[in-house]
């Protein structure tokens, strides 16, 4: 398994892209990370979701909206009835897919807010998921301006909804500007493909073509993390997959997620999960 970084190309004639397909059961074999938001609703099946720094598991549905570079994966146990295919549905977008200044408008005070959360991760459940999946269903079968107004309804619904959870911590939060994007982009795919070896602080900074001292305070000031404690935060989530997948004990999970300390990673772990890995694996595992 590994973290995969993702790059999507709109078609010239579309703003945004929605697409659904079956789900076959597996495991997953990858964090994916992107630079568009996504929603993804996921139906008729049961699994674990992974979201950022969070962990939990759902049954029969899960509707979720992400924010850019926020890295996730679903794994899929079985359905939950005989008669209907697990499926998903997914819709990439950028927040002004409707032009530069939608954001600014009075009316759109509260897309501001749902985009800003977006970093973080947002599950919606209640009527909130009933409206937007025929939303969604809706905006499968149409084209042009009036799936793009199906597509701004659907965000509006979830911009004034109540019922929602937010996932992730706060320090996913990373994304002001497109320059900044560009940068965290160079960071984040070299440390998703790279966290198996050592890291220099030295060597990251130049791939911004900044100074170790300058890139400290960039890295933090956009993660709200230092970038030790995102790269012991890429480890752990990859060993703990690794121990949910039940091919590895917690020693092959500790070296083969880029630790060379078995004391170390017990302590990162639990720093991390809130848990040992044996207590972790005893609560998730099937």
Not at 18 to 43: D, G, Q, S, V, W
Not at 95 to 119: I, M, Q, T, V
Not at 238 to 263: I, M, P
Not at 280 to 285: G, I, L, Q, W
Request: a neutral charge; proline letters at 3%.
């Amino acid at each position: 398994m590994e973290y995969r970084y993702e790059n999507f190309n709109f078609p010239p004639n579309q703003s945004f892209t929605i697409r659904t397909e079956p789900l076959e059961l597996i495991k997953y074999t990858h964090m994916k990370c992107h630079l568009n938001f996504e929603i993804a609703l996921i139906e008729h099946c049961e699994g674990k979701r992974f979201i950022g720094d969070h962990t939990g598991d759902f049954k029969g549905s899960d509707l979720i909206l992400m924010g850019g570079y926020l890295p996730h994966c679903w794994q899929y146990y079985g359905s939950v009835n005989s008669y209907q295919q697990p499926r998903v549905t997914v819709v990439h977008f950028f927040p002004d897919f409707l032009g530069n200044d939608l954001l600014d408008k009075p009316e759109a005070r509260h897309l501001k807010e749902l985009f800003h959360n977006a970093s973080k991760g947002i599950r919606f459940t209640g009527s909130t998921f009933n409206t937007a999946k025929n939303l969604l269903e809706q905006m499968l079968v149409t084209k042009g301006l009036h799936r793009a107004s199906l597509m701004l309804h659907l965000l509006d619904v979830l911009a004034q909804s109540s019922e929602y959870s937010i996932l992730a911590t706060p320090g996913f939060n990373i994304v002001d500007n497109s320059a900044d994007a560009d940068k965290i982009n160079l960071i984040y795919d070299y440390i998703f493909k790279n966290f198996k070896e050592t890291i220099s602080l030295s060597h990251v900074a130049s791939l911004v073509n900044m100074n170790p001292a300058a890139f400290c305070r960039f890295f933090k000031a956009k993660t709200n993390r230092t970038l030790l404690d995102f790269i012991k935060e890429v480890r752990i989530g990859f060993a703990a997959k690794l121990l949910l997948e039940g091919t590895c004990n917690v020693s092959e999970a500790c070296y083969g997620s880029g630790h060379n300390n078995l004391s170390n990673f017990n302590k990162h772990f639990k720093e991390i999960k809130g848990q040992s890995p044996r207590s972790f694996v005893k609560e998730y595992a099937d």
